[in-house]
């Protein structure tokens, strides 16, 4: 099967995209062959667009998350409420926080979990970065927004012990049986946590 | 959804991300994303391998396969069968082609079918380099392998034309029902095709 190219050239960019998650050998290859296919200024648009972000992406200095500025358009929005942090693992989880629209506070990007298998030890996140921001006595409440991994769960005690000193108020965010999802296909853990956690119903189950 | 993005380096690279078949916007970000967090090292040996391969990618002068070389290692090989032409669309066809381990002749690579819908003339085509092999007289035998469609069926009765005039042998691969399928959910065309070309039975069903 290594076999099967009949170019070097070929094969190595067909290598290099296989390495992307979610992409196999058999797309990677079609992948490939379709930009091979376009007139070279397309090719190097794709091919710069990756290099370019890789060499001057900026990160804000404030919640980590990727920006053109210093300073990101989420901290530097006074209409949002800078006492509210919500702390979660990558740039995906801030955009998906976002698309809710549910969320007016600020962000804080870990830029990843705790993972000992991983060799992710605590000082290699921004976790004293978020240590910082609290002790300056404007936040009042962090939202933790981790995967519900043993990883997430292991960040987020670490973050709870670290706080402790401080006056700020700590919480998760609702685990429970998705919107839409039928209870019998609902696994146990998370129905049992869905039962644990129930609230007053007042009339909106959303 | 269009502000999504917190910066727009990132929003660049996961438009070119987003350009490629399959790869919605939410698969785009995580490729990216994926891209951000590697080496800057890393993140060059994809993007380089990508234009590189457009830049310097060679094309067998014979076939019109990508190669290495000026004649690509199949068209090069003395123990290929060179009287026997087997043509295709593009490149995957012959590496498809190749991997069934059935065929010991050499290819023809159109780069594509005939379709006055997309604006692709037999003049945008290697059809006359195809004639030109077969004027030579060592041919003796075409197997047109293009797609079961009507560019396909197209390209097929145009070649059968320009090659009216030459003593060669023209085929086509048969059509029929999958290895593994099962009848009664083949779609009718395919079934009928395949009681029409049926063959006789000599104990092998393959």
């Known amino acids: 099967m290594n076999q099967e190219y009949p170019s070097t050239l070929l094969e190595r960019a067909v290598k290099e995209f296989s390495k992307l998650p979610g992409i196999g050998r058999k797309t990677a290859t079609r992948l490939v062959l379709h930009l091979l296919r376009k007139k070279e200024e397309e090719v190097e648009g794709f091919s710069s667009a990756i290099i370019t972000l890789k060499r001057e992406a900026k990160y804000c200095k404030e919640c980590h998350s990727i920006s053109d500025t210093d300073i990101c358009p989420i901290c530097a929005n006074p209409l949002r409420d800078h006492s509210l942090i919500c702390v979660v693992e990558n740039i995906q989880d801030v955009m ?111």
Chains 1, 2 share one sequence.
């Open 96 to 206: 998906a926080v976002e698309n809710t629209m549910q969320f007016r506070g600020v962000y804080h990007v870990l830029g990843g979990v705790i993972s000992p298998m991983d060799g992710v030890s605590p000082s290699d996140l921004h976790i004293n970065s978020l240590i910082e921001r609290v002790a300056k006595g404007e936040v009042k409440e962090i939202i933790l927004a981790l995967s519900s991994t043993m990883e997430g769960d292991t960040t987020n005690f670490y973050i709870y012990r670290k706080l402790q000193q401080y006056d700020v108020k700590l919480s998760v965010i609702a685990r429970g049986i998705s919107i839409g999802d039928e209870l019998e296909y609902t696994d146990e853990v998370t129905l049992g946590s869905s039962i644990i956690n129930r609230r007053p119903f007042t009339g909106k189950t959303l």
